[in-house]
């Protein structure tokens, strides 16, 4: 299959190339020239199915014609080594628990996925030059990254985080690896660590010094395997015979995640409907109000992985709509919380259904309790273990809580971090002299 960009400027290229390549030289992102659908028998048989079965099924439609498929069917297998349970919350309302992986975060599927898929098409290629990922962080990404591409020989990656806007265990999870993972901390937001990712893809001197890719959801490899665990979601709910008037709440920053379910949706799942819960950062819901959008500044929020104010996956979006916003509209609604709403919603989760909630999968239980219908059944996504968010959790409930053995162990490691300004000619010298 090929891929696209988004801006529609240049040559659509290979999966290969998109993977390798990340962002296309225009600027834009890569999406696919078709998306498959799955017949309603497959669709109903997932139930049947494991979650290796159910994800191998939807990497076989989507990447079956570009690698063989004992190959792609290993790499689907090493990355699931953890289960993405549907857990009851209240009578119509589940969570979606995305943090059973390495890093405890949702993202950890995408990142491992295309941590096997790079190193698989560096190995076809006969790529010598090292592989250097740069990645852009707002919590939780550049932890599964890092993670999932530990020790993957001939690849390095670079995390640029924003300095003291990521929580202190999200930080030990990509500043305590050493290896080849380097953890840039920037004297910035999050849109200025992604800013400097994009540039740096479009600099010629850099591009000729070494060789580049993002493992952010702007790579179609990052975000595309996401749609593994809504197939596997609704395969859950259909096996209790409760997967009918379907709709599934995102939290929501980069939208790489809600866009992946609207791939899902596309090749055939059959999701009612999507809400897209923002914190403040709510540009995205102001454009389904308005018709208009306008990138700004992201601020900080207790949600801090949802900090963004300009959303990559916001093309891809427009793009997959043919930037129709009353379609865009009629699939999705938004909705968005402050800090303190956010922190109530957590209390009264914990208090009324001892259910722990981390501040973003908060936001999507309060859409989603907000926004369901009589006769529907809903999702949210709780997208991180909430004990990323200890100091947080703990002042809003006022009690202590466990931290999984997991996360303790990446708390006992020693920082290893090199500070930056976001100053771009800062970032492009410090690159030239690797």
């Known amino acids: 299959m090929k891929y696209y960009s988004t801006n529609h400027s240049v040559p659509p290229v290979s999966l290969e190339e998109a993977v390798i390549k990340s962002l296309a030289a225009d600027n834009g992102l890569y999406m696919p020239e078709s998306i498959p659908v799955l017949d309603p028998a497959t669709i109903a048989g997932l139930k049947e199915q494991s979650f290796h079965e159910i994800a191998n099924t939807v990497a076989q439609a989507f990447f079956g014609k570009d690698m063989e498929p004992e190959t792609l069917r290993k790499i689907v297998e090493d990355t699931l080594s953890f289960e993405t349970p549907v857990v009851p919350v209240s009578d119509s309302i589940y969570s979606l628990e995305l943090f059973h992986g390495p890093t405890l975060a949702f993202k950890d599927v995408g990142a491992r996925f295309m941590a096997r898929l790079l190193s698989y098409f560096i190995r076809q290629r006969g790529i010598e030059q090292e592989v250097n990922v740069l990645v852009a962080t707002s919590g939780d990404t550049g932890s599964a990254v890092a993670n999932g591409f530990l020790g993957v020989p001939g690849i390095h990656v670079y995390v640029l985080y924003p300095k003291g806007k990521v929580s202190p265990i999200q930080e030990c999870q990509f500043t305590t690896l050493g290896q080849n993972i380097t953890a840039l901390e920037i004297d910035g937001v999050f849109d200025d660590c992604q800013a400097l990712v994009k540039a740096a893809f479009l600099d ?11 493992a952010n959801s702007i790579n179609v490899a990052r975000f595309l395997p ?28 980069n939208f790489g995640n809600i866009t992946a379910g609207l791939f ?22 102001e454009y389904l109000k308005t018709e ?17 104010g300009a959303p990559s996956n916001f093309a891809r979006i427009l793009d997959l709509f043919g930037s129709d916003h009353p379609a ?31 501040p973003h999968g908060a936001c999507g ?6 926004g369901l219908k009589p006769g529907e059944t809903g999702i949210f996504l709780e997208t991180a273990h909430p004990a990323k968010f200890k100091e947080t959790i703990e002042g809003i409930l006022g009690r202590k809580i466990e931290v999984p053995a997991k996360l303790q162990a990446f708390m006992k490691g020693t920082k290893q971090n090199i ?5 771009y000619r800062s970032f492009k010298s410090y690159l030239l002299a690797q």
């Not at 010629?204 to 993002?214: A, G, K, P, W």
């Open 226 to 253: 996401q749609s593994f665990y809504y197939f596997n979601a609704y395969a859950q709910l259909d096996r209790i015979g409760q997967a009918k008037e379907l709709v599934v709440c995102v939290p929501s920053g």
């Open 204 to 214: 010629v001197d850099l591009n000729r010094h070494m060789q580049l890719t993002s």
């Open 419 to 423: 500070e930056m300004s976001k100053d």
């Open 365 to 370: 239980y309060r859409a989603l309790a907000a």
């Open 328 to 358: 865009i509209s009629a699939l999705i609604s938004g909705s968005f919380y402050s800090d303190t709403e956010i922190a109530e919603t957590i209390k009264e989760i914990d208090e009324k259904y001892h259910y722990l909630c981390d």
């Open 264 to 285: 899902a949706h596309r090749m055939g799942l059959p999701i009612k409907r999507f809400i897209a819960a923002n914190n403040r950062n709510n540009v995205f819901y």
């Open 292 to 308: 208009v959008y306008t990138p700004r500044p992201s601020v900080a929020t207790i949600a801090n992985a949802m900090d963004v």
